[in-house]
């Protein structure tokens, strides 16, 4: 019951799909025969991420769970032979990025499986292998108290594919996860293992941190955790324009430990309504409760969520269950942990002539009234259902080269269903890009793990520094051995 009113506000931050543009428009895209149906190939040496139409012919995948010396060298050797054979190669963990990001066209696909990680409570940090996810340091952090300080809502993602995305989450008053990276070992792509920090190497540790793992192969990580806690909500219904002033607010209060919003989606009165969620700690902080899985109640929501698709009054009565009923049945107390040991698959829609597509962005809190105008424009006019949006707080980050949060941003995670068709791949990539040119226009930025629809003016606009970002990569991997789809359409173009 506890979780409820979390639960159900923060469905929709779910799986996505769909081809970019380029590659709608490719004649070797394949479709249904006789039918305008987007299918992706499939086969032994094709991989593809969550989005289930990244599909890229691969030469090879491998599994690899060898820790310490033996990962090193394990990498270092494919490394030695994908130059040798001129074939790329990239490193991924749950591929849950949608535009192939973690796939190497024609090169040596490497997924990561955890290897082990430890507590230093005396530092408040833990030392993990680079491939655990964050289920996995859940499960060792809460029986000893602790909980990570800063990772995304759900649970499924790798911890180097946090800092190689640099992920934010919804603890405040953080920024992203990166900012709470101690050190990271990694391999360049010449096969040095050269140790990085915000002290030490720093411009490889600012290059990688939400470098799509074109920097190095992350080996493991020292990463900080907080005491976990028991929490108790608070909800704040409002009008969208006074969002902000709230949220500040709530971020300043040292009390809030975590704090995320939503907003209205029906067509008609589309982003009108706020609801913002804080929770403080409780005065009992004794004998915390295991961090729980998903409940029947989580399932119960999904498929609330889900019932939204082409009905806009079950958008009002979801709206109207959160604002009212989430209030009263899901007001009582949950720790830290459980609410971030939320898996993916919770939010799955199971149909396959749909799919999720997740957008985000990011404004300053002071230009939060432009972007409320410019998604009431653009989004309710297109042909996509929008089910859901999260909004969240990072703070300013100065270290990433590619940040997306050079101010402090108010980010918005939105989840769109999309008919699986290529009239709604195209109409998803038209919106994507009309939506872009609308945040950058307001000194905003969007996220780099999901579609690749941004052209890359775009891209240049965003990232002021993306073209740097690419100098460096070029330097340290002038034959361009570690590389995956972000680089191909976008980077290597620059
Ligand atoms: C349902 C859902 C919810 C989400 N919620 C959030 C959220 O709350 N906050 C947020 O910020 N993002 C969120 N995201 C985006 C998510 O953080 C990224 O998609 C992230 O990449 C997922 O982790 P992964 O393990 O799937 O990474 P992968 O897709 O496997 O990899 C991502 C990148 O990391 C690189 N990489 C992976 N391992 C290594 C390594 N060992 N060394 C070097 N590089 C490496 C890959 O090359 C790739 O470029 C969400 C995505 C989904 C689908």
Redesign the pocket.
């Known amino acids: 019951m506890k979780k409820l009113s979390r639960r159900v506000a923060l469905l929709g ?4 799909v769909g081809w970019g543009l380029s590659g709608l428009l490719r004649p070797d895209l394949p479709t249904y025969a006789g039918t305008n149906r987007l299918v992706g190939p499939s086969g032994e040496n094709i991989l593809d ?2 989005s289930g139409l990244s599909a890229t012919p691969i030469h090879k995948h491998l599994h690899v769970s060898d820790s310490d010396q033996a990962l090193v060298e394990r990498i270092r050797s494919e490394l030695a032979e994908a130059r040798v054979a001129k074939r790329p190669l ?9 535009g192939a ?2 796939i190497p066209r024609k090169g040596t696909a490497i ?2 499986e955890n290897a082990g990680i430890e507590i230093d409570s005396a530092n408040q940090s833990f030392r993990a292998h ?2 655990a ?1 964050w289920l996995d340091v859940i499960t060792t952090l809460d029986p000893k108290g602790w909980s990570p300080k800063v990772m ?3 649970n ?3 911890l ?3 800092y ?7 603890p405040v008053p953080y920024g ?2 990166g900012s709470t990276v101690r050190s990271v070992r ?1 391999v360049l792509p010449s096969g040095e293992l050269v140790t990085c920090s915000p002290t030490q190497n720093v411009d490889l540790f600012n290059l ?1 941190m939400g ?9 493991d990580m020292e990463v900080e955790m907080v005491k976990n806690s028991r929490l108790t909500p608070t909800f704040e219904l409002m009008d969208a324009s006074d969002f902000t002033v709230n949220y500040k607010k709530a971020i300043e209060d040292s009390a809030v430990k975590m704090a995320y919003g939503r907003l209205n989606v029906e067509r008609e009165s589309f982003f009108q309504k706020a609801l913002l969620i804080t929770y403080r700690e409780t005065n009992d902080q004794e004998k915390l409760p295991v961090a729980g899985g998903s409940g029947w109640m989580a399932h119960a929501a999904s498929r609330l969520y889900r019932a939204q698709l082409g009905n806009e009054t079950f958008k009002s009565f979801r709206w109207w269950n959160e604002t009212r009923v989430g209030p009263t049945l899901g007001g009582g107390e949950v720790t830290r942990n459980s609410l971030i040991n939320e898996p ?1 698959i919770t ?1 799955d829609d199971r149909n396959p002539d749909r799919t999720d597509i ?1 957008h ?1 962005y990011f404004v300053g809190l002071d230009a939060f009234g432009s972007f409320l105008e410019a998604s009431r424009e653009v989004i309710p006019a297109s042909y996509q259902e929008f089910l859901n949006v999260t909004l ?1 707080y990072v703070a300013q980050d100065d270290q990433s080269v590619l940040s997306y949060a050079r101010v402090p941003r108010v ?1 918005a ?1 939105m989840s769109f269903s999309q008919e699986l068709t290529h009239r709604g791949e195209a109409d998803q990539a038209r919106m994507t890009r009309e939506l872009i040119d609308r945040i950058v226009e307001i000194g905003g930025t969007y ?1 780099l ?2 579609r690749p629809h941004a052209t890359i003016d775009q891209l240049k606009k965003a990232y002021p520094r993306v073209e740097e970002f690419a100098r460096a990569k070029r330097q340290l991997d002038p034959e361009l051995v570690l590389c ?1 789809n ?1 680089w191909d359409q976008y980077l290597g173009q620059l």
Request: charged fraction near 10%; hydrophobic fraction near 45%; avoid cysteine.
């Open positions: 931050v779910g799986g996505a991420d969550a990239n490193v991924g963990a749950a591929r849950h990025s949608m990001q973690a997924t990561f680079a491939g996810r995304q809502s759900n499924d993602f790798g180097a594919a946090t190689s995305v640099n992920a934010h989450g919804w992203p996860m990694m990688g470098g799509y793992g074109l920097i190095g192969v992350v080996i993916v939010l997740l985000e969240r980010a995670v996220y793990p999901y995956n972000f």
